[in-house]
């Protein structure tokens, strides 16, 4: 007995109505695909209040890694505690350059003169990755965090993001992105909150956030 069973009428109407849907829908992308005809190193800032900033883009850093890329990481504000994606990352010391500079939140650390110092130091860090053309792409962790709270001069980072190599990717999280940033990404998503398992009195957890 054959396991194909007949298609009703219906059903057929409906099949062919998608076809014809998804043929159409085909071309528009392949025409919109054909215009995005230029490479060039882009600007992504992940910010919002939701879950997930960081997380993408360390996401994008293992994908560039897979492609064989060289990477580079600066994280801002973490540093008092070591994440799942440092120790991951940090096994493979040829293909990307982990530095965790911060000393943990600001309403731990609770000395601003402190926090600057700490911003600029890994700032400093963040430049030798912009002049480096080996460096195919950068991951500026919570660095909108130290622009949100003036640690560092907002104007001279992006002078300093537009000086990049030509082909360099940037990866900027962190609520709070300024509009000045904002305004100069090539790429910039928003993430909300929907529910958060905080709320419900469950803690952070290994794996999860951190």
């Known amino acids: 007995m054959s396991d194909n069973k007949p298609i009703d009428v219906e059903t057929a109407a409906i099949n062919e109505r ?6 159409r829908k ?3 992308i392949d025409a919109a695909i054909a215009k ?3 490479e060039i190193g882009i600007i992504i800032v992940n910010t919002g209040n939701g879950k997930g900033k960081s997380s993408s883009g360390f996401g994008m850093a293992i994908r560039a890694m ?3 890329m060289k990477v580079g990481v600066v994280q801002f504000i973490k ?3 070591s994440t799942g994606e440092e120790k991951f990352l940090r096994r493979f010391p ?3 350059s982990f530095h965790a500079m911060g000393e943990g939140y600001t309403w731990e650390t609770q000395n601003r003169e402190r926090d600057i110092e700490k911003a600029e130091l890994a ?3 963040a430049k030798t990755f912009l002049a480096d053309p080996s460096y195919g792409l950068v991951l500026f962790d919570e660095l909108n965090i130290a622009l949100k709270y003036n640690y560092l001069d907002v104007h001279k980072v992006i002078a300093d993001l537009l000086e990049r190599p030509h082909m360099q ?3 900027i999280t962190g609520r709070g992105a300024p509009d000045e940033l904002i305004a100069i990404a090539d790429t910039v998503t928003e993430m909300a909150v929907v529910k958060h398992a905080y709320a419900a009195g469950i803690g952070a957890q290994i794996g999860t956030e951190w």
Do not use: C, L, T
Not at 18 to 23: I, K
């Open 18 to 23: 998608h076809r014809v849907r998804m043929e």
């Open 26 to 28: 085909k071309a528009i």
């Open 36 to 38: 995005a005809d230029k």
């Open 66 to 68: 897979g492609h064989g």
């Open 79 to 81: 540093g008092a505690m």
């Open 94 to 96: 040829d293909e990307i």
């Open 123 to 125: 700032w400093e860090q």
């Open 169 to 171: 990717h940037v990866v």
